[in-house]
């Protein structure tokens, strides 16, 4: 199957791309000077571009197909719904099939009583039905004021209002005014980074203890709720030390919040179980999910949320919800994906077979002379690039630009591989296969020789 000669030629599109069609997180003059890359189709874990080059995708999209790429049964459960009822609302006392099976499936595979799905188009939107929801379910118990959220620094918690205030980024709080009020960052578990003289296991403790910190300087009495990523995604695949995540439970057991897992990455069988929140060993209230939840065939995300704040939220009208909440499509969608990702034991694929063999190869890369370490969890990776692993040191005023590249060097070699400062990293589609990792991690390896000669001629290692 080819499509590239069914649309214009590549620079007739690039030129009216760059004229007409404003990029997320993209500088626009930058992409017309260069032009965007073309992708016109794609099967398994490879994408066509409109130049005909075959492309390895190793981010599944954003973190999203987990399914890879061309399932024929998600096209046509699509086609099905549209023509039987392309569009309803939930509002009102109203419902449908698709929306009512999803749920009920949801509420089947989420662990514990995380038994009731909030619908939202999107990661972002679900976040900020999660700000609404647990502030006004401490409000409804009579605690208006237990309206804090505690979240970390270079978390992603998405781009609306709400999930960028929720989220750590500063580039994104420097534009638009944010955070929101109420909303409260500690320091992220990045042991590689801010970890010190300390060892991983003691850094892991101090970082989860700054949790405790800040809800007894906040007040247990103002804190609503503290949301993470079980591992950050977009912050760089930050993988926290073993240590971390039993003191923040033992934490949040002590203090009466509520617990967002933001699973929008992790779940879905990321990293290797259905959600990140079971690989960590942790208990949440409430989980954002998106990405996965559709292997992003149809825009869809949502909140499942549990027993008790379901049943408080319930007894009141929330004066929420959007358009799309629930869509037929999107939900018909969704739910053929999950019957593949079960039917076909992908999970089972991430847990035994790609899982084990990227995490042997990805390891390996650590030996290379530019790599500091190798962190892999499920399908889920990063590797550090320094010029001194022994003592983690950075490119100081050239931070950021030899990720960066590196992904150039990956573009080059028909390898999607993303750079987050100078972290690589890597979130394929569940169901590559080792010989496609093979591949992945050949790319990856010449992308690495190809920048570390270029920084070295250019006297950045040191
Ligand atoms: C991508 C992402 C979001 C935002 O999802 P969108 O669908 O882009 O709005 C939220 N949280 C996490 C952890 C994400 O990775």
């Not at 662990?111 to 188009?121: I, Q, S, T």
């Not at 390898?415 to 972290?423: A, I, P, S, T």
């Amino acid at each position: 199957m080819n499509m590239i000669t069914n649309h214009l030629p590549t620079a007739e599109l690039q030129a009216l791309d760059a004229a007409h069609h404003m990029h997320p997180f993209s500088n626009q003059d930058e992409l017309a000077e260069r032009g965007a890359r073309i992708i016109t189709s794609a099967s398994g874990v490879t994408l066509t571009d409109s130049e005909g080059n075959q492309i390895l995708d190793a981010m599944a999209g954003l973190w999203c197909v987990n399914i890879g790429y061309g399932r024929d049964e998600l096209a046509d459960v699509a086609a099905r719904q549209m023509r039987e009822l392309p569009y309803y609302n939930t509002f009102f006392m109203t419902s449908h099939a698709p929306v009512i099976a999803l749920s009920a499936k949801l509420a089947e595979l989420a662990p514990g009583d995380l038994n009731h799905v909030f619908y939202a188009g999107s990661g972002s939107e679900a976040n900020d039905t999660n700000i609404r929801m647990v502030r006004h379910y401490w409000s409804a118990k009579g605690k208006p004021d237990k309206n804090v959220i505690i979240s970390r620094q270079n978390a992603y918690h998405g781009s609306t209002l709400g999930g960028a205030s929720l989220g750590g980024m500063i580039p994104m709080h420097q534009q638009g005014g944010l955070p929101i009020p109420d909303v409260h960052h500690i320091p992220q578990p990045n042991w590689w980074s801010e970890g010190g003289d300390m060892s991983p296991e003691e850094f892991g403790l101090a970082r989860a203890q700054e949790l405790e910190k800040a809800i007894l300087e906040i007040g247990e009495d103002r804190v609503a709720a503290f949301i993470a990523e079980p591992v950050q995604g977009a912050g760089g695949v930050i993988v926290p030390p073993e240590s971390y995540y039993p003191e923040i439970q033992r934490i949040c057991d002590k203090y009466e919040i509520l617990l967002i897992a933001d699973e929008v990455i992790c779940g879905f069988g990321r990293t290797g179980n259905w959600f990140g929140s079971q690989t960590v060993g942790w208990t949440p209230h409430i989980m954002t999910i998106a990405k996965g939840l559709s292997s992003g065939y149809a825009p869809i995300g949502g909140s499942i949320v549990c027993d008790e704040v379901a049943k408080v939220v319930g007894a009141t009208e929330f004066n929420h919800g959007y358009t799309y909440s629930g869509h037929p499509v999107a939900a018909a969608v969704a739910l053929e994906n999950l019957r593949i990702l079960e039917e076909e034991d992908v999970i089972g694929h991430v847990r035994n077979v790609a899982g084990p063999h990227l995490k042997k190869k990805w390891q390996a890369l650590a030996d290379h002379p530019l790599v500091g370490e190798a962190n892999l969890v499920g399908m889920m990776g990063s590797i550090t690039l320094t010029p001194n692993k022994a003592t983690r040191a950075t490119f100081g005023e050239h931070a950021g630009s030899v990720g960066y590249k590196c992904r150039e060097h990956c573009f080059a070699n028909n390898l999607v591989m993303r750079h987050v400062g100078d972290r690589m990293i890597i979130s394929p589609p569940l169901v590559i296969t080792p010989e496609e990792i093979d591949t992945l991690i050949e790319r990856a390896t010449r992308a690495l020789d190809l920048t570390y000669e270029q920084i070295k001629a250019e006297g950045l290692m040191g």
